[in-house]
Structures are given as structure tokens and as C-alpha cells.
């Protein structure tokens, strides 16, 4: 098991900044790559970025790519997003995901997941 638990969550006004955390515990040498997703009210959830945990490769979605930036602290079992330029649409629930699999935009990849951190972004 690995267990996931975000923070950095909160209120930002349109053009500003938040950095979410994700520190993962347990079974965490069976993890292969770290992902973040969010859902809005009323929507799917949908990716926004994954690493994978060795070679550090990153992946984004086209809504998020220039703005956002995944990385990761290996020492520290830490995934961090860095979001900059917020917008009103990214306002959602983020949530964090581990995989024993290479960097994958699907959620079906994903065997663990944290609870989630809400950020909400106002015009």
C-alpha cells in the first residue's frame, strides 16, 4: 500500500500562484511515476501532469502546459505541482496518484490516490 497525502490547497485570485504537495508513505519503492488530476463541479475528473519517479520525465495536459510544473523531491517522497498564472478554470479539486507504471495521462493507471486538495481561483 502507499499512502498519499496533499497540502497547499486554497483561495488565489486570478493570475497568482499556489504550489500543492504530495508526500507519499509506505510501499513507496513500488512507485513508478506520480500524477496529478482535478475535478471541477459537475465535470470528470481529468489529468493535469505527471513525472515519472526515477528519470524525471514530465508530461502535461494542453490546458495546463507552460503554466504548471510537476516535479519531485525522491529523498523526500514528495511530488510537488507549482501553478502559476491561475485562471478561474482551474479552480477543482486536485488530487495526487501514484503508479507502479510509466507516466500514463489515464486515471486507470493509478492504483493510489490522495483525498484531495480544493483550489479555487477567483476572477
Known amino acids: 500500500q502507499v499512502q498519499l497525502v496533499e497540502s497547499g490547497g486554497g483561495l488565489v485570485q486570478a493570475g497568482g500562484s499556489l504550489r500543492l504537495s504530495c508526500a507519499a508513505s509506505g510501499r513507496t519503492f513500488s512507485t513508478y511515476s506520480m500524477g496529478w488530476f482535478r475535478q471541477a463541479p459537475g465535470k470528470e475528473r481529468e489529468f493535469v501532469a505527471t513525472?515519472?519517479?526515477?528519470?524525471?520525465?514530465?508530461y502535461y495536459a494542453d490546458s495546463v502546459k507552460g503554466r504548471f510544473t510537476i516535479s519531485r523531491d525522491n529523498a523526500k517522497n514528495t511530488v510537488y505541482l507549482q501553478m502559476n498564472s491561475l485562471k478561474p478554470e482551474d479552480t477543482a479539486v486536485y488530487y495526487c496518484?501514484?503508479?507502479?507504471?510509466?507516466?500514463?495521462?489515464?486515471?486507470?493507471?493509478?492504483?493510489?490516490w490522495g483525498q484531495g486538495t480544493q483550489v479555487t481561483v477567483s476572477s
Open positions: 513525472i515519472h519517479w526515477i528519470g524525471g520525465a514530465t
Open positions: 496518484a501514484a503508479s507502479s507504471m510509466y507516466p500514463s495521462l489515464s486515471e486507470s493507471s493509478y492504483a493510489y
